[in-house]
């Protein structure tokens, strides 16, 4: 299973972009690059996943890399809502199991 | 209409009892997990089963036994609990591309 580092708090100001990084150096070559997050109170969700381009939803955009040792989620306007846990799973292979790190805890001020 | 659901949302029981936390999902997916979260907000997946075989069994103790009577259910029995058992346990689904889990099961053990 591939480590992750994150940092383990950010704040931001609402309507800011957030821009939250994930070092992921033992990143096998078939895994894909997830993001959760988890509200308050509430079960992981999903937010976006990529392997080696960038992605974007209406959630938020990913970007990954080149040497994919690394990726960075982008909020591009934070909201109160977007107060969460923020998790980066590199996952795939056989398993394909999603193994949750100690995340970023990401505080909006208004 | 939801799509993972668990119950019961809270369970209070004392030590040495043996219980039962539900999971359905309706979203027609193979795969199912049990992640447990414990005080410290550390989730750490627990079992995934496919296709209602088990495929991953994380050194939980054997007194955990998870049973999938059918694709959309993963139940999880606990026999014995202890206070240690005492976390939000999480259920999810997942589909080729992302997870999907519930709102979670407080239990508490006294």
């Known amino acids: 299973d591939a480590k992750t580092t994150q940092p383990n708090s950010m704040e931001s100001n609402e309507e800011e972009p957030v821009h939250l990084p994930c070092n992921h150096s033992t990143i096998s070559g078939t895994d894909y690059i997830h993001w959760y997050r988890q509200l308050p109170s509430q079960g992981p969700e999903y937010v976006i996943h990529g392997l080696t381009s960038n992605v974007n939803n209406r959630m938020a955009s990913l970007a990954i890399a080149e040497d994919r040792k690394s990726s960075t989620l982008i909020l591009h306007r934070a909201t109160l809502r977007d107060a969460a846990v923020y998790y980066c799973i590199p996952s795939g292979g056989a398993t394909n199991k999603l193994i949750f790190g100690t995340g970023t805890l990401l505080a909006v001020q208004p | 209409d939801t799509a993972v659901s668990q119950t019961p949302k809270y369970l209070v029981t004392q030590m040495g009892n043996d219980k039962s936390i539900k999971c359905e999902q309706n979203?027609?997916?193979?795969?199912m997990y049990w992640y447990k979260q414990d005080s410290k907000k550390f989730l750490k997946i627990m079992f995934s089963y496919n296709n209602k075989e088990l495929i991953i069994n994380e050194t939980v103790p054997n007194r955990f036994s998870p049973k999938s009577p059918d694709k959309a259910h993963l139940n999880l029995h606990i026999n014995s609990l202890e206070l240690g058992d005492s976390a939000v346990y999480f259920c999810?689904?997942?589909?080729?591309?992302?997870?999907?889990f519930g709102q979670g099961t407080r239990l508490t053990v006294v």
């Open positions: 999810a689904s997942r589909s080729k591309t992302e997870a999907f």
């Open positions: 979203l027609g997916h193979d795969t």
